[in-house]
Protein backbone atom coordinates (compact mmCIF):
# COMPACT_ATOMS: atom_id res chain seq x y z
CA UNK A 1 0.00 0.00 0.00
CA UNK A 2 1.56 3.54 -0.61
CA UNK A 3 2.55 5.35 2.39
CA UNK A 4 0.43 8.52 2.11
CA UNK A 5 -2.67 7.10 0.21
CA UNK A 6 -5.35 9.51 -0.12
CA UNK A 7 -3.56 12.06 1.57
CA UNK A 8 -3.68 15.92 1.02
CA UNK A 9 -0.14 17.87 0.95
CA UNK A 10 0.21 21.64 0.63
CA UNK A 11 3.63 22.10 -0.49
CA UNK A 12 5.55 25.83 -1.09
CA UNK A 13 8.49 26.04 -3.36
CA UNK A 14 7.39 23.46 -5.75
CA UNK A 15 8.69 23.88 -9.41
CA UNK A 16 9.15 21.84 -12.88
CA UNK A 17 12.77 22.09 -12.68
CA UNK A 18 15.66 19.69 -10.89
CA UNK A 19 15.88 19.51 -7.37
CA UNK A 20 13.45 19.25 -3.98
CA UNK A 21 11.15 22.12 -5.78
CA UNK A 22 10.16 18.93 -8.22
CA UNK A 23 11.50 16.27 -6.49
CA UNK A 24 9.48 16.51 -3.07
CA UNK A 25 5.94 16.83 -5.57
CA UNK A 26 6.97 13.65 -7.29
CA UNK A 27 7.82 11.20 -4.16
CA UNK A 28 4.73 12.46 -2.66
CA UNK A 29 2.47 11.54 -5.57
CA UNK A 30 3.92 8.70 -5.88
CA UNK A 31 3.08 7.46 -2.71
CA UNK A 32 -0.34 8.48 -3.57
CA UNK A 33 -1.08 12.39 -1.86
CA UNK A 34 -3.20 14.48 -3.72
CA UNK A 35 -1.22 17.94 -4.10
CA UNK A 36 -1.71 21.80 -3.76
CA UNK A 37 1.63 23.77 -5.21
CA UNK A 38 2.67 27.00 -4.74
CA UNK A 39 5.10 27.56 -7.56
CA UNK A 40 6.68 31.47 -8.45
CA UNK A 41 8.14 32.07 -11.78
CA UNK A 42 8.16 29.06 -13.57
CA UNK A 43 8.13 28.21 -17.04
CA UNK A 44 3.60 28.20 -17.55
CA UNK A 45 4.44 25.12 -20.48
CA UNK A 46 6.64 23.52 -18.29
CA UNK A 47 4.26 23.47 -14.58
CA UNK A 48 1.35 22.26 -17.15
CA UNK A 49 3.72 19.21 -17.66
CA UNK A 50 5.11 18.63 -14.68
CA UNK A 51 1.59 18.59 -12.93
CA UNK A 52 0.47 16.37 -16.02
CA UNK A 53 3.05 13.68 -14.74
CA UNK A 54 1.89 14.02 -11.13
CA UNK A 55 -1.63 13.57 -12.00
CA UNK A 56 -0.84 10.23 -14.10
CA UNK A 57 0.56 8.75 -10.43
CA UNK A 58 -3.32 8.65 -9.64
CA UNK A 59 -3.55 11.91 -7.47
CA UNK A 60 -5.13 15.32 -8.09
CA UNK A 61 -2.85 18.54 -8.21
CA UNK A 62 -3.82 21.90 -8.12
CA UNK A 63 -1.52 24.88 -8.88
CA UNK A 64 -1.12 28.40 -7.01
CA UNK A 65 1.16 30.68 -8.21
CA UNK A 66 2.52 33.46 -6.38
CA UNK A 67 5.48 34.75 -3.94
CA UNK A 68 5.23 32.59 -0.72
CA UNK A 69 7.06 35.41 1.18
CA UNK A 70 3.76 37.61 0.76
CA UNK A 71 1.05 36.69 3.12
CA UNK A 72 -1.92 37.07 0.63
CA UNK A 73 -0.24 34.67 -1.48
CA UNK A 74 0.21 31.82 1.93
CA UNK A 75 -2.76 32.69 2.77
CA UNK A 76 -4.77 32.06 -0.59
CA UNK A 77 -2.76 28.57 -0.91
CA UNK A 78 -4.24 27.27 2.16
CA UNK A 79 -7.58 28.85 1.50
CA UNK A 80 -7.32 26.82 -1.87
CA UNK A 81 -6.34 23.27 -0.31
CA UNK A 82 -9.28 23.50 1.87
CA UNK A 83 -11.78 24.85 -0.91
CA UNK A 84 -10.56 21.92 -3.02
CA UNK A 85 -9.86 19.21 -0.55
CA UNK A 86 -11.80 20.45 2.86
CA UNK A 87 -8.89 19.45 4.83
CA UNK A 88 -4.66 19.61 4.87
CA UNK A 89 -3.01 16.53 6.21
CA UNK A 90 0.21 17.80 5.39
CA UNK A 91 2.10 21.26 5.11
CA UNK A 92 5.88 20.99 3.37
CA UNK A 93 7.94 24.59 3.09
CA UNK A 94 9.95 23.85 0.79
CA UNK A 95 10.76 27.58 -0.93
CA UNK A 96 13.74 29.05 -0.69
CA UNK A 97 16.75 30.53 -2.45
CA UNK A 98 20.70 31.10 -1.89
CA UNK A 99 22.76 34.23 -2.62
CA UNK A 100 26.50 33.19 -1.16
CA UNK A 101 28.21 36.45 -0.26
CA UNK A 102 30.63 37.61 2.66
CA UNK A 103 28.61 39.73 5.79
CA UNK A 104 30.21 43.12 3.90
CA UNK A 105 28.80 42.51 0.69
CA UNK A 106 25.20 41.74 1.51
CA UNK A 107 23.05 44.42 1.11
CA UNK A 108 20.38 45.50 3.29
CA UNK A 109 17.59 44.32 0.62
CA UNK A 110 19.01 41.26 0.32
CA UNK A 111 19.57 40.02 3.70
CA UNK A 112 15.85 41.41 3.97
CA UNK A 113 14.71 39.13 1.15
CA UNK A 114 16.72 36.21 2.54
CA UNK A 115 14.54 35.88 5.50
CA UNK A 116 10.96 36.95 3.98
CA UNK A 117 11.35 33.60 1.48
CA UNK A 118 13.68 31.03 3.59
CA UNK A 119 11.95 32.34 7.09
CA UNK A 120 9.36 34.24 7.18
CA UNK A 121 6.98 32.11 4.53
CA UNK A 122 7.05 29.63 6.96
CA UNK A 123 5.58 32.05 9.67
CA UNK A 124 2.86 32.84 7.42
CA UNK A 125 2.07 29.31 5.97
CA UNK A 126 1.79 28.06 9.07
CA UNK A 127 -0.60 30.55 10.78
CA UNK A 128 -3.37 29.91 8.17
CA UNK A 129 -2.70 25.76 8.11
CA UNK A 130 -2.59 25.61 11.63
CA UNK A 131 -6.34 26.16 12.40
CA UNK A 132 -7.29 23.82 10.01
CA UNK A 133 -5.07 20.73 11.22
CA UNK A 134 -6.81 21.74 14.44
CA UNK A 135 -9.94 21.54 14.14
CA UNK A 136 -9.26 18.00 12.09
CA UNK A 137 -7.15 16.99 15.23
CA UNK A 138 -4.16 15.93 12.95
CA UNK A 139 -1.45 17.16 10.88
CA UNK A 140 2.49 17.10 9.74
CA UNK A 141 4.31 20.13 9.28
CA UNK A 142 7.89 19.69 7.55
CA UNK A 143 9.91 22.50 6.79
CA UNK A 144 13.25 22.55 5.39
CA UNK A 145 16.01 23.79 7.01
CA UNK A 146 19.64 23.27 6.50
CA UNK A 147 22.89 22.39 8.32
CA UNK A 148 24.26 25.72 7.56
CA UNK A 149 21.76 26.64 10.23
CA UNK A 150 23.33 24.20 12.72
CA UNK A 151 26.65 24.94 12.10
CA UNK A 152 27.37 28.20 9.93
CA UNK A 153 28.84 28.94 6.80
CA UNK A 154 31.22 31.32 5.17
CA UNK A 155 29.15 33.61 2.89
CA UNK A 156 26.18 31.69 4.65
CA UNK A 157 25.18 34.41 6.98
CA UNK A 158 21.89 35.54 5.91
CA UNK A 159 21.44 32.00 4.82
CA UNK A 160 22.38 30.90 8.14
CA UNK A 161 20.19 33.46 10.03
CA UNK A 162 17.23 32.51 8.45
CA UNK A 163 17.35 27.89 8.61
CA UNK A 164 18.86 28.57 12.28
CA UNK A 165 15.27 30.34 12.41
CA UNK A 166 13.08 27.67 11.21
CA UNK A 167 14.88 25.28 13.10
CA UNK A 168 13.76 27.45 16.32
CA UNK A 169 10.52 27.98 15.28
CA UNK A 170 9.69 24.59 14.46
CA UNK A 171 10.29 23.34 17.52
CA UNK A 172 8.35 26.35 19.30
CA UNK A 173 5.30 25.40 16.85
CA UNK A 174 6.05 21.65 18.05
CA UNK A 175 5.47 22.86 21.79
CA UNK A 176 2.55 24.86 20.59
CA UNK A 177 0.49 22.24 18.54
CA UNK A 178 1.34 18.53 20.10
CA UNK A 179 -1.81 18.61 22.28
CA UNK A 180 -3.77 18.51 18.63
CA UNK A 181 -2.17 15.89 17.19
CA UNK A 182 -0.11 17.72 14.83
CA UNK A 183 4.04 17.16 14.70
CA UNK A 184 6.13 19.70 13.45
CA UNK A 185 9.60 18.81 12.02
CA UNK A 186 12.51 20.41 10.43
CA UNK A 187 14.64 18.14 7.57
CA UNK A 188 18.53 19.68 7.27
CA UNK A 189 20.23 18.15 4.20
CA UNK A 190 23.84 18.60 3.65
CA UNK A 191 25.30 19.14 0.67
CA UNK A 192 22.92 18.13 -2.36
CA UNK A 193 23.07 18.24 -5.96
CA UNK A 194 20.49 20.76 -6.83
CA UNK A 195 20.42 23.75 -8.74
CA UNK A 196 21.11 25.58 -5.44
CA UNK A 197 24.44 23.83 -5.54
CA UNK A 198 25.23 25.98 -8.99
CA UNK A 199 25.88 29.53 -7.26
CA UNK A 200 28.46 28.14 -5.05
CA UNK A 201 31.99 28.77 -5.78
CA UNK A 202 34.69 25.82 -6.72
CA UNK A 203 36.69 26.92 -3.81
CA UNK A 204 33.28 26.56 -1.26
CA UNK A 205 32.36 22.69 -3.09
CA UNK A 206 35.97 21.28 -2.94
CA UNK A 207 36.55 22.53 0.94
CA UNK A 208 32.66 21.46 1.99
CA UNK A 209 33.42 18.09 0.21
CA UNK A 210 36.91 17.56 2.02
CA UNK A 211 35.52 18.10 5.45
CA UNK A 212 32.28 15.74 5.23
CA UNK A 213 32.22 12.47 6.64
CA UNK A 214 31.14 11.19 3.92
CA UNK A 215 33.29 12.94 1.31
CA UNK A 216 30.68 13.61 -1.45
CA UNK A 217 27.71 15.41 -2.21
CA UNK A 218 24.16 13.99 -1.98
CA UNK A 219 21.75 13.18 -4.47
CA UNK A 220 18.44 14.11 -4.01
CA UNK A 221 16.76 10.77 -3.95
CA UNK A 222 18.87 10.09 -1.21
CA UNK A 223 16.73 12.95 1.01
CA UNK A 224 13.25 12.84 -0.43
CA UNK A 225 12.20 9.70 1.96
CA UNK A 226 12.95 11.67 5.09
CA UNK A 227 9.88 13.47 4.39
CA UNK A 228 7.50 10.63 3.02
CA UNK A 229 8.64 9.44 6.65
CA UNK A 230 7.73 12.05 8.62
CA UNK A 231 4.76 12.48 6.93
CA UNK A 232 3.26 8.89 6.77
CA UNK A 233 1.75 6.83 9.56
CA UNK A 234 2.69 5.40 11.78
CA UNK A 235 6.21 6.01 10.80
CA UNK A 236 6.33 9.63 11.81
CA UNK A 237 3.77 9.46 14.81
CA UNK A 238 6.42 10.08 17.98
CA UNK A 239 8.53 12.61 15.90
CA UNK A 240 7.85 16.10 16.79
CA UNK A 241 10.12 19.09 17.12
CA UNK A 242 13.48 17.43 15.75
CA UNK A 243 15.55 17.97 12.91
CA UNK A 244 16.61 15.31 11.04
CA UNK A 245 19.48 15.73 9.33
CA UNK A 246 20.37 13.60 5.73
CA UNK A 247 23.93 15.33 6.21
CA UNK A 248 26.46 12.79 5.04
CA UNK A 249 27.85 13.68 8.62
CA UNK A 250 28.19 17.08 8.63
CA UNK A 251 26.47 17.66 11.42
CA UNK A 252 26.31 14.96 14.62
CA UNK A 253 24.52 14.96 17.69
Not at 59 to 66: A, D, F, I, T, Y
Not at 110 to 135: G, H, Q
Amino acid sequence: MKKLEGKITVMTGAGCGYGMSSGFPAIFAKEGSHLVLNHFKQDPEGMKKFKESLEACGVRVVLVEGDISEEEVAKRLIDTAVAEFGRIDVLINCAGISNPKLLTEITTQEWNRMLAVDLTSNYFTCKYAVPVMIKQNFGRIINLASQVGQKGSVEHCHYAAAKAGVIGFTKSLAREVGKYNITANCIAPGPIETQLMGVVSDEWRKNKEAELVLPRFGELEEILPTAVFLAAEPDGNLYTGQTLGPNLGDVMY
